[in-house]
Every structure is written in C-alpha cells, then in structure tokens.
C-alpha cells in the first residue's frame, strides 16, 4: 500500500511539472516586432516561488530604461534597469524570489528618451 501512495505523488509531481513547462513554453506576453517583450518562466508555480522575467527589448538609440512589475492583489515588486540605447543588450533576465500565492499582472514598461513608454504584461499564477 506505501508503494501506491509514493507512485500516486510521484505521478501528481510529474503532471503538475509538465503543465508548468507547458505553460512557461507558450508564455510570451507580446508578438515579435514590438519594441518591447516579456516572457515569465513559469507561468504558473507553486507558493512560494522563484520567477525569471525575460524582457527582449529591440535596439534603439532612444532607449533609457526598462521597469518591470510583479503585482497581485497582496503584493507589489519592481525592478528598474537603465539602458544605454541601442548598446543595451537585448534580452534582460530578472529574477524574483519566494513569490507568494497570488494571480499576478507581469508588466516591462519601456522608457524611451523622448517619453514614450511602452508597456507589455505577462500573467503568473502562483498556488
């Protein structure tokens, strides 16, 4: 009888884990061609929790920084990177640790020398 209750958490842990990378795959917050993109891996998690936000940013001598948002109804965190235009590198990765539960909004708002702010947003559910 132990061995079917170890078989039934073990084949839980394998479901549970192939439908976050299912998620964290198909995560992407914007199309290509956008000045700005945001991909949260994973998408969905296990309270509490560790996220990377990935944002592609396209080069642009306007560029001068990227602020990215964790929110849930409960709780709010940020980061906030400076860019040096087009010499920024493209792809960024933040990461945030010990998330707890909550639905979130994952947000990187481009900010442009001229004002222009670009915003793009990702969903993240943590259980």
């Known amino acids: 009888m132990g061995a079917n209750v170890a078989w039934n958490r073990t084949a839980r842990r394998i479901a ?3 439908l976050i990378a299912l998620l ?3 995560s992407l917050g914007v199309h ?6 945001v991909r ?3 998408a969905f998690a296990l309270n509490p929790a560790d996220v990377m936000v990935e944002t592609v940013i396209e080069p642009d001598a ?3 920084g990227v602020e990215i948002t964790v929110e849930s109804a409960n709780f709010l965190t940020t980061s906030t990177v400076t860019l040096e235009g087009d010499r920024a ?3 960024r990765t933040t990461r ?4 707890p539960a909550g639905n979130y909004e994952v947000s990187a708002t481009l900010v442009q020398d001229n004002g222009i702010r670009s915003k793009v947003a990702a969903v993240l559910e943590i259980q």
């Open 62 to 64: 306007r560029n001068r």
């Open 40 to 42: 949260v891996i994973p």
């Open 24 to 26: 964290a795959v198909t």
């Open 96 to 99: 945030f640790r010990q998330l």
């Open 89 to 91: 590198p493209r792809v």
């Open 32 to 37: 290509a061609g956008e000045p700005v993109r």
């Open 16 to 18: 549970r884990l192939s």
